[in-house]
T-cell receptor, first 114, second 115 residues
């Protein structure tokens, strides 16, 4: 079975500060890794994904995440956050198996204040 | 192109009633999945359909059922509603047979409240 643990339920930061949202996973098979963002009263939007290749993946809005296989982690980072980054962030894994789907963590609420 | 569309956006039902939620995938996407997101939790997988066949099922009771139509749209049915079924129900579509290695595009969800 697979599971995802997001280590912080809430992360308050000031604008222009760096932030790290932590994600660890457990799986007996290889997995693909994702970060999704959810703004209030909206569905989920894919932020970035790791399928293969370089372990460091980047999004178009300045977020990056690094896949660490030995530590089974996929932490999300941004060097300087904006007010508009305030949202719920979900880490998800998908086992490399037919018939499976996304398994989400419980989410981390990122609150950016001025 | 339109994204994933879900209807209705909000719904209030009474315990014991039945509900049907609808989803239209992105044009060209043949895979549709349903997720339940209870307040304060991450989404939980309910069903996945590809080419009108069930390809995956999460740990939900038989009161939950779904189907996919020839145009790849999908319906999620929940019978004998319980208070605990109150949640945001999300539909996601993708190109691949399963969502393992491809991007899933989510709709805005249907907010179901059971009273």
């Amino acid at each position: 079975a697979q599971s995802v643990t997001q280590l912080d339920s809430q992360v308050p930061v000031f604008e222009e500060a760096p932030v790290e949202l932590r994600c660890n996973y457990s799986s007996s098979v290889s997995v693909y890794l994702f970060w999704y963002v959810q703004y209030p009263n909206q569905g989920l939007q894919l932020l970035l994904k790791y399928l293969s290749g370089s372990t460091l993946v980047e999004s178009i809005n300045g977020f990056e995440a690094e896949f660490n296989k030995s530590q089974t982690s996929f932490h999300l980072r941004k060097p300087s956050v904006h007010i508009s980054d305030t949202a719920e962030y979900f880490c998800a894994v998908s086992p490399n198996q037919a018939g499976t789907a996304l398994i989400f963590g419980k989410g981390t609420t990122l609150s950016v204040s001025s | 192109d339109a994204g994933v569309t879900q209807s209705p956006t909000h719904l209030i039902k009474t315990r014991g009633q039945q509900v049907t939620l609808r989803c239209s995938p992105i044009s060209g996407h043949k895979s549709v999945s349903w997720y339940q997101q209870v307040l304060g939790q991450g989404p939980q997988f309910i069903f996945q359909y590809y080419e009108k066949e069930e390809r995956g099922r999460g740990n939900f009771p038989d009161r939950f059922s779904a189907r996919q139509f020839p145009n790849y749209s999908s319906e999620l049915n929940v019978n004998a509603l319980l208070l605990g079924d109150s949640a945001l129900y999300l539909c996601a579509s993708s190109l691949a047979k399963w969502q393992g290695n491809t991007e899933a595009f989510f709709g805005q969800g249907t907010r179901l409240t059971v009273v």
